[in-house]
């Protein structure tokens, strides 16, 4: 059979996947049976691997095809796309490389004389004493592939799970020994869907007299930051002007600039000798210096090993329990209100955070019922610490890990729990007490740190807080609020760690880090924290994924590979109903703690990319869901359930020449060919509807 090399030349990208593997194989049968073939072969009997992932991973990050490869194109593959997406483990590896893709192209040449093919073979020739050092460049790769190189580098066997635990824990001891400054902003150019802010946020915007664009516009990140910033400036020197609020720019403005554009403070504090004997002297027991182990352990008790209910959207605690455990906490909170929500007990929301922020329990689904249970790997090590261990380990889930998405709160920004409470506590340990008459004298306290923020301050130990009867009908009521010596002397030691680490922690980016970042700054005064509480990483579940895909009133039902990527699955989504994929799109979905996971497509900007996440390492048990969103302009919104997973048979190993590549794993093939549509109800509307019809 004659091989056509020109094959994919004019077919759009899903129905060339389902075609790749035998054009690549026939490709190489070609070069095998030619008198240049033969030749290499001769000296190389096990090869082709390079071929394959060539043409393989041109295509799959490019889409090039052989016939139109230009020199300009093969530059991309081999110095970007095999650098950042192939992973090797030793260095003798890309040995082979260079010759063999230089014989294949001088096969090219002579057999169906593509224009371009001297010139790529004398370019692959000039770089063969270059390649192998691309290839393990950290500089060059991803986070993964970084993670394996540094190991690699390090003298650990990455190919065994005992050096990679290993150097992983080598790793860790090195983040916190030389916690990673914030690196400065780049300038960002593509534009993005603008979305609500924050409530706090919108209210500094109001005071500035900034307008924000409409919700769902496109808008350039960069420059709206730009004249956010402006406006501030402007405001500032002013204080006595009608744009300006004296309490706003004390409190608000200057860490606001510090923490969105990473500029470093210089000037870190010292602590007093007062406070430094103070954070000496301190003994934590279940109830010293506040109750917050306590309340904490009364709150895992009650989840016991059957789990509490939990609503399904937000995943926050069902309102029947909420009244038994606010009386179950050391200080109850007095309500007036008909149906209190979780966020209406500031402790118990403030609780919560502190579930979600440390694993310590998971969201489950049970048909159309949800649930909190106990994580059983970190409940057993959170038994065994002491409890300067745990008030330390909470302290660092609530300040550096805590952030109001765990909380259901979509519109909680870039801002943590620690940004928000640090910007906050400098305004309220000015004053000896603070008092509250009424209740719209405590309305800032809803927004800026938050209530379940000052709950968890009194539960630290950090605040004394007064709380008065409720009026009919409202909620909590505080009356006043003071700052005790141990809040000031340990909110002291939280903002010289900030600063001192450019207000930025490593585990914003590598959650899997143990919560030991504030372990340096903390344990000369409390050496008895030994013991560091660590997130178990998302093992890959193999299998045959089910979902339930909804567009308002219709729904599909997918089943997809466990080794197939979001990207796939995009794929799958689009032809259920009928689109092009012309487009970008993007998947939203909330991790193990309840952080918000934005994914986006290979060809847009983003740090974390569709093709990179496989259906099987989502953090997704049976009834999670996830967000679909297609065309960013049109705004297409899916809502993707995972209804099952059913076991798949492992695929037969491949042999020979022509099946062999370089890649431990070979990439997976479309949606298209690693799944299907196995149920449709509803017909899908038009992609691009008449709006002169109503639809």
């Known amino acids: 059979m004659t091989f056509n090399i020109r094959l994919l030349d004019n077919l759009s990208y899903d129905d060339v996947e389902p075609l790749l593997d035998e054009y690549i194989e026939d490709a190489i049968d070609q070069f095998v049976a030619s008198e240049t073939g033969q030749a290499y072969v001769k000296n190389h009997p096990d090869g082709g691997g390079w071929i394959g992932t060539f043409i393989e991973m041109a295509y799959l990050y490019g889409e090039m095809t052989l016939p139109k490869m230009t020199k300009g194109d093969v530059q991309q593959v081999m110095e970007y796309i095999l650098p950042r997406k192939l992973t090797l483990l030793d260095p003798s590896e890309t040995d082979d490389a260079i010759p063999e893709l230089v014989a294949f192209w001088t096969f090219l040449k002579q057999a169906y004389r593509l224009r371009s093919a001297g010139a790529i073979a004398k370019y692959l020739l000039s770089i063969q004493a270059k390649f192998r050092d691309w290839m393990f460049d950290p500089g060059r790769g991803g986070i993964a592939k970084n993670f394996m190189l540094q190991g690699i580098q390090a003298g650990y066997d990455m190919t065994t799970e005992e050096g990679m635990k290993a150097f992983q824990a080598e790793y860790n001891q090195n983040i916190r020994a030389n916690p990673p400054a914030r690196p400065p902003l780049q300038p960002l150019s593509p534009k993005y869907p603008m979305v609500a802010p924050p409530p706090e946020v919108q209210q500094m915007l109001d005071q500035l007299g900034v307008e924000l664009p409409e919700v769902g516009e496109m808008v350039n990140p960069a420059e709206l930051m730009g004249s956010i910033l402006k406006a501030a400036k402007q405001a500032l020197p002013n204080q006595t002007g009608t744009n300006s609020s004296p309490e706003l720019d004390q409190e608000f403005a200057p860490p606001l600039q510090a923490t969105m554009m990473g500029e470093r403070v210089e000037d870190v504090p010292t602590l007093s000798e007062e406070a ?193 009867k409720p009026e009919a009908g409202k909620g909590f009521r505080l009356k006043s609020m003071e700052a005790l010596p141990w809040g000031k002397a340990l909110m002291a030691l939280i903002t010289q760690a900030y600063l001192t680490n450019n207000l930025s922690w490593a585990s914003e980016t590598d959650p899997a880090i143990p919560f030991n970042e504030l372990q340096p700054f903390l344990q000369p005064y409390f050496p008895e924290w030994q013991k560091s509480l660590t997130l178990p990483s998302q093992p890959f579940r193999p299998g045959r994924y089910i979902f339930k895909v909804s567009l308002g009133e219709i729904w599909r039902r997918l089943a997809i590979s466990g080794e197939a990527t979001l990207s796939h699955l995009s794929g799958l989504i689009l032809d259920s109903v009928d689109f092009d994929s012309d487009h970008l799109f993007m998947f939203n979905y909330t991790n193990e703690v309840g952080r918000k996971v934005e994914a986006m497509c290979p060809y847009s900007d983003g740090e974390l990319f569709t093709s990179e996440v496989q259906i099987g390492s989502l953090p997704l048990a049976e009834g999670g869901e996830m967000e679909y969103i297609f065309d960013f302009g049109d705004w297409w919104k899916f809502e993707v359930k995972l209804e099952t997973v059913e076991p798949e048979p492992e695929p037969e190993p491949e042999k020979g020449f022509a099946k062999k590549t370089k890649a431990k794993k070979r990439r997976p093939k479309s949606g298209k060919s690693l799944g299907e549509i196995i149920e449709v109800h509803g017909e899908a509307p038009p992609q691009y509807p008449d709006y002169d019809e109503e639809w």
């Open 276 to 468: 430094s004997a103070l954070l000496q002297a301190q003994t934590i027991t279940e109830t010293e210096p506040g109750s917050i182990l306590q309340d904490f352990q009364t709150l895992l008790d009650l989840i016991g090993s059957k789990g509490i209910a939990i609503s399904g959207k937000r995943h926050q605690i069902s309102l029947k329990l909420l009244t038994e455990i606010n009386q179950r906490l050391s200080k109850p909170t007095e309500l007036d209100l008909k149906r209190p929500q979780q966020k209406s007990y500031p402790p118990i929301h403030g609780l919560y955070l502190l579930l979600r922020a440390t694993g310590i329990v998971n969201v489950v689904a049970q048909g159309k019922q949800h649930q909190l249970v106990l994580n059983p790997t970190i409940h057993d090590a959170w038994q065994q610490f002491n409890p300067t261990e745990r008030y330390c380990t909470l302290l660092e889930a609530w300040l550096v890990r805590g952030h109001a998405e765990m909380l259901g709160d979509d519109r909680s920004g870039a801002f943590t729990e620690g940004d928000r409470c640090i910007q906050t506590w400098a305004n309220i340990a000015k004053k000896t007490k603070h008092t509250y008459s009424k209740y719209t004298d405590q309305d800032h306290l809803v927004y800026r740190p938050g209530l379940h923020n000052i709950a968890l301050m009194e539960m630290f130990g950090l605040l004394k807080l007064t709380a008065g």
